[in-house]
């Protein structure tokens, strides 16, 4: 069974830094496309990062210049720095694999941006 596992959410006060990171049980291939996403309550999963085959990056413009993506084939790991935070980033951040015609997800961790 795969399974994408992520970690480093926790609270933090605006303006303030985190690190998530997922860890994949499987290979990650070279081409391959990892996401991270984000749902905040009563809103809809939307796109937060996208890094995709050897590193093409996506960004939409309300994280562009505070979020960056960077993956570790070796370690099938890929991760999150969020920097700049503000309290709209407030949300359960879920990691996303898509290789080989398969979809994977992991179960999420919370960001929380408050004072």
């Known amino acids: 069974q795969v399974q994408l596992v992520e970690s480093g959410g926790g609270l933090v006060q605006p303006g303030g830094s985190l690190r998530l990171s997922c860890a994949v049980s499987?290979?990650?291939?070279?081409?391959?496309?990892m996401g991270w996403y984000r749902q905040a309550p009563g809103k809809q999963r939307e796109l937060v990062a996208q890094?995709?085959?050897?590193?093409?990056?996506n960004y939409p413009d309300s994280v562009k210049g505070r979020f960056t993506i960077a993956r570790d084939n070796a370690k099938n790991t890929v991760y999150l720095q969020m920097n700049s935070l503000k309290p709209e980033d407030t949300a359960v951040y879920y990691c996303?694999?898509?290789?080989?015609?398969?979809?994977?997800w992991g179960q999420g961790t919370q960001v929380t941006v408050s004072s």
């Open positions: 996303r694999l898509q290789q080989l015609g398969r979809d994977y």
């Open positions: 499987i290979t990650i291939f070279r081409i391959s496309v």
């Open positions: 890094i995709i085959d050897s590193g093409l990056t």
